[in-house]
């Protein structure tokens, strides 16, 4: 009697993973059958000669064996045959030759039986749970999720869904001063699903692009709407973010409408991405004009493009120099990943056009070693007003060099058109 009531919990439990799962009946049935078809071939060899019907919704089953009637005594196989006189304790009309159907007690298998079952329904119902993990997420990739923080370690951080499914949030994909306590709320994008050795792992990311972009479709209707497209963003995550928006109806202002009355659409974002800066600026076709406003809030006064390389030479009064580059280089690094050009800045001097005599670097290689020079070189520094002109700064930074360096260079570059 225990054995029996084994079974049907077994059966019971199979039915609750179904309704938490949302397992369609078809697989259900299908892998109720298999699992009790499996065991059976195990103990007899075979399974071919049984029926098993799977009643999910009530939560049982019924096992039918037919055997076929042969004369006493010539019983080969009592798993395949019956003798005339047992079959005829069940209906005395059956002949030799019929099919005897009869309903078999799985619990009579024996205590083997039974655990058998219980492996292998464990392992099917462990597969079909991966699979529709896999898959759920697999479609819900590039949306975001809001799930509860269940573990806090120093690489990474779990994260349960409503169904309970664990969800990782690298400590790479979350912004530097994310703080989560245990118990609390996170939204993240789903940003990819892998699946090695069939284990799905579920990653997601709130310094994604795309997790910007999905809050701005969330919080600004017109681009839910498709009124308004975000055609590029560059972001830093949790320091600041340049998004360029683009609205086919010239009755839209694009910008204002991201942005809300006194900020009140953008003011959610910013607090979601930890107070993350966030530049709106209106995409453009033509690419000076769209560099321009991505150094915006600087002044540009002059812009020389090299399309071939996907470079450009800014200029711009000193005192927009430092706008330009921002704190940190961080508005010239974010100017670059959002036009997708290497941006570099100058300041316009008075009383110096562009055509004015220059010096090749090269000149001073009886001065400054060679190597300095040719880091110089590297960041598109050739000439000796070229580099007098740019951001002391920009120079450090992009070309790798100590500032004793760079000064030293420059004093000597200086020291040149002095003499002149």
Request: proline share 3%.
């Amino acid at each position: 009697m225990a054995k029996k009531a084994e079974t049907v919990s077994m059966i019971d439990t199979f039915r609750d993973f179904k309704d938490s799962q949302s397992i369609d009946r078809t697989t259900l049935v299908s892998v109720m059958e298999e699992s009790f078809r499996s065991v059976i071939a195990k103990i007899f060899g075979s399974d071919e000669n049984y029926d098993v019907i799977v009643n999910p919704d009530k939560g049982d089953l019924e096992i039918r064996r037919n055997r076929e009637v042969v004369p006493d005594g010539e019983v080969n196989d009592p798993n395949l045959q019956i003798s005339l006189s047992e079959a005829r304790q069940i209906d005395e009309d059956y002949e030799v030759g019929e099919e005897v159907t009869d309903e078999v007690d799985f619990s009579k298998f024996g205590r083997r039986a039974i655990l058998n079952l219980r492996q292998t329904l464990s392992s099917k119902i462990l597969e079909l749970q991966k699979d529709a993990i896999y898959n759920r997420y697999t479609d819900k990739v590039g949306t975001i999720v809001s799930a509860e923080v269940y573990q806090i370690w120093k690489k990474e951080m779990l994260l349960l869904d409503e169904d309970g499914n664990e969800l990782l949030l690298p400590k790479t994909e979350q912004i530097p001063t994310d703080f989560y306590r245990k118990g609390e709320t996170a939204r993240a994008v789903v940003a990819r699903v892998e699946n090695k050795n069939n284990n799905p792992k579920i990653i997601l990311s709130r310094t994604s692009p795309l997790f910007l972009q999905r809050l701005f479709e969330i919080e600004v209707p017109e681009i839910n709407d498709g009124l308004i497209t975000i055609r590029k963003i560059a972001r830093i995550p949790g320091e600041r973010a340049k998004i360029a928006v683009e609205s086919y109806d010239d009755r839209i202002d694009p910008v204002g409408a991201c942005v809300g009355v006194k900020g009140s659409r953008i003011h959610g974002i910013v607090r979601e991405l930890r107070n993350e800066n966030i530049d709106v600026i209106n995409y453009t076709s033509n690419t000076a004009l769209f560099i321009q406003r991505a150094l915006s809030p600087a002044h540009v006064s002059s812009i020389k493009l090299n399309e071939e390389e996907r470079k450009a030479e800014v200029y711009l009064k000193p005192e927009e120099v430092s706008l330009a580059i921002g704190k940190g280089g961080m508005n010239i690094k974010l100017a670059c990943m959002l036009t997708e050009y290497t941006i570099d800045v100058f300041r316009e001097l008075d009383g110096e056009g562009t055509e004015d005599e220059d010096i090749y670097l090269d000149e001073f290689r009886d001065e400054i070693d060679d190597w300095v020079i040719d880091a110089f070189k590297a960041i598109g520094i050739e000439t000796a007003k070229t580099a007098l002109n740019a951001p002391r700064e920009m120079i450090i930074k992009k070309a790798d060099l100590e500032e004793e360096t760079v000064d030293y260079v420059l004093d000597i570059l200086r020291k040149e058109f002095e003499e002149e």
